[in-house]
């Protein structure tokens, strides 16, 4: 996958620059993708729109989430520019974090539709490499910031951003020091709120919205 710096069409009125965006959220305890399939198309891809002239790269991507899931409001992160093959087009990608309590019930998109990260359908060319590098990016950053929120409700328990970081490293955390570790980055604080359910109501915190989210200095989980 040729990857480039951001160029503009200026000198060729045909070239175009399509905006690409990995979507990701938790649904049914896993870490899923939004995928389209057009009704000309044969293969699933991502979700994608052409970059109107009067709208920027960023409005374009939020507007092409917005499309998709119904939401006006998601985490949004300019990852690469690379060119399509046949030199006259280039697609610009981002990435998306969306909480599925966020997520429309009753948006009707046929043409898309949520997989597994694990379990991915036949891609279009380069869109198999482009989902790839995007969860690589989203775990490198859940390492040193506190990107993992965006796909949590507002108030959650311990287990329950535990399970999120688990899902999105695709790998078991031990309990003791995953609890230890995020209380000590002094990145969350408890509320009078419990969650009801079995044995002893749950202890719900929020992201603290004063907390840096770059916290380098103190990686969670190197």
């Known amino acids: 996958m040729e990857k480039s710096p951001q160029t503009t069409s200026s000198h060729n009125p045909q070239f175009q620059i399509e905006i690409d965006v990995v979507v990701f959220t938790l649904r049914e305890n896993l870490l899923q993708a939004?995928?389209?399939?057009?009704?000309?198309?044969?293969?699933?891809?991502?979700?994608?729109?052409?970059?109107?002239?009067?709208?920027?790269?960023?409005?374009?991507?939020?507007?092409?989430?917005?499309?998709?899931?119904?939401?006006?409001?998601?985490?949004?992160?300019?990852?690469?520019?690379?060119?399509?093959?046949?030199?006259?087009?280039a697609a610009v990608v981002y990435f998306a974090l969306v909480p599925a309590d966020s997520l429309l019930k009753d948006k009707d998109e046929s043409a898309a539709n949520w997989f597994p990260v694990n379990a991915l359908p036949a891609l279009v060319p380069n869109h198999d490499e482009v989902l790839v590098y995007a969860l690589r990016r989203l775990r490198y950053k859940l390492e040193y910031s506190a990107v993992g929120f965006e796909l949590l409700p507002e108030y959650f328990s311990l287990s329950e951003l535990q399970s999120t970081y688990e899902l999105i490293l695709g790998e078991k955390l031990d309990k003791r020091n995953f609890r230890r570790r995020i209380l000590q980055a002094g990145i969350i604080e408890n509320t009078p709120r419990r969650r009801s359910g079995e044995g002893r109501p749950a202890q719900l915190y929020r992201y603290r919205p004063d907390a840096v989210a770059e916290v380098k200095a103190r990686r969670l989980f190197p």
């Open 34 to 89: 939004l995928l389209c399939c057009p009704h000309e198309a044969s293969q699933w891809q991502l979700p994608g729109v052409s970059l109107r002239a009067e709208t920027s790269l960023e409005e374009t991507a939020a507007d092409c989430v917005t499309r998709f899931t119904g939401l006006h409001e998601a985490y949004l992160e300019q990852l690469y520019t690379y060119y399509k093959p046949g030199g006259n087009a």
